[in-house]
Each structure stands twice: as C-alpha cells, then as structure tokens.
C-alpha cells in the first residue's frame, strides 16, 4: 500500500519563475494538506484541500495556490518566487477533513535562486 | 491560532541515557499532541502521539506526558540508540481550525 507520494523530490527555480509541486494521497485518504518547512524550522500550515476545494488556509500569500483533482491528488503552485520561498514542501493526506490517518509524504526541497 | 514552543533545541547524549524533550502550548482547544521523527532528506514519521484525555501513553522505549492544566507535554526515550538520533518535532492539533502546529524541533544526537 504506496503512502503519501510526492514529485519531484528536488527543484531549482529562479526568482519570478512559477512552480507546480504534486502530491498523490495515501490510498483511502481524500484530504491534502501542504506544508512548507524552511530549514531548522517546523513544518507550517499553508492550506488543505477536500472535496476538489480549498478549505481552509494558513498565513500564506496569493502567491501560494493549490488544486485538488477528482481522484484526489493535488498540486501546489507558487507565482513569482522569492528567495525566502525555499523550504522543503511536504504534504499530508488524511481521511476527511479530521486528523485520521494523518501522514506525510517525503517531500519537495525546491531551491530558488 | 495556536503556538508550539519545543525546548532544548539540540540534545546530545551517550547511547543507553534517556532524552526528554519538552513542548508548550498556548490553546486549551487543542486536543491531540503528536510527535514526529524526520531524519535527513525524509519527511516527518509519527513516532508516538496522545489526545487530551489522557495523560500519558507509552510504547516500548517510548513515552509523552501531557498536562492539560500547564498546557505541557513531554517526550521521554529511553535506552537511547544511535539510530534514534534524527530531528523530532511536537506538534498540536488546534481542534478549532483542524490543522497541526509544530514546535521548531529538537536535533537529538546519540552517541556511541
């Protein structure tokens, strides 16, 4: 049973490029939730996804958009980089919006340059 | 919303001492305290967790204390390994907004 999968596992952009990070839930999970983690931090809420619509959202810019598809995947999309954008991206799948079977993924370490 | 403090920062101990690792907490709502292991290039694996009603939980060398009326929780290993050593980070789930607060991790390294 394939866990939480993310692509790609590592990313160099430069700064004002775009970027589309996915995630594939754990089997039987339909929520996604994005964090980011910059170096020596914990992981920070960006925004959770259910039922194809954003749900909720944490202290994030505009910048940082997201889509859930049908069969629950879900992508996470940064305009206009910034150099602070640099962090690794994990994601997180869970069955409903409740903490059930919450997991994480690997992750995506994107570098902006 | 909610804030996770998570103390020390780095912990450095000779294999077969215990660790502890402390965490506050600033909601009350707050009702499920997780906690993860993220080794290098991985993402975070929960290694343990306890939800409000209990006040404590232990599995093998394992254990979290919680104290719902200092808004505290602990993680206790024992009979530590070097391949315990990893980055560990608590975490709260702010009931209210349904979403997990962490603490900014602890580098436990153990020595052999």
């Known amino acids: 049973d394939a866990g939480v999968t993310q692509s790609p596992t590592h990313l160099i952009k430069t700064r004002g490029q775009q970027v589309t990070l996915r995630c594939s839930p754990k089997?039987?999970?339909?929520?996604v939730s994005w964090y980011q983690q910059a170096l020596g931090q914990g992981p920070q809420f960006i925004f959770q996804?259910?039922?194809?619509?954003?749900?909720q959202r944490g202290n994030f810019p505009d910048r940082f958009s997201g889509h859930q598809f049908p069969n629950y995947s879900s992508e996470l999309n940064v305009n206009a980089l910034l150099l602070g954008d640099s962090a690794l991206y994990l994601c997180?799948?869970?069955?409903?919006?409740?903490?059930?079977?919450?997991?994480f993924g690997s992750g995506t370490r994107l570098t902006v340059v | 919303g909610e804030n996770v403090e998570q103390h020390p920062s780095t912990l450095s101990v000779q294999e077969g001492d215990s660790a502890v690792i402390k965490c506050t907490y600033s909601d009350s709502a707050s009702n499920y305290f997780p906690w993860y292991k993220q080794e290098l290039g991985k993402g975070p694996q929960l290694i343990i967790d306890i939800r409000s009603n209990v006040g404590e939980k232990k599995d093998q060398r394992i254990a979290v204390t919680l104290n719902k009326t200092a808004k505290h929780f602990s993680l206790h290993i024992t009979e530590t390994q070097p391949e315990d050593s990893a980055v560990y980070f608590c975490a709260a789930w702010g009931s209210t907004l349904g979403r997990l607060y962490f603490g900014r991790g602890t580098q436990l390294t153990v020595w052999p």
């Open positions: 996804y259910y039922e194809e619509e954003e749900r």
């Open positions: 997180a799948s869970s069955l409903g919006r409740a903490l059930y079977g919450y997991t």
């Open positions: 089997s039987g999970h339909d929520t």
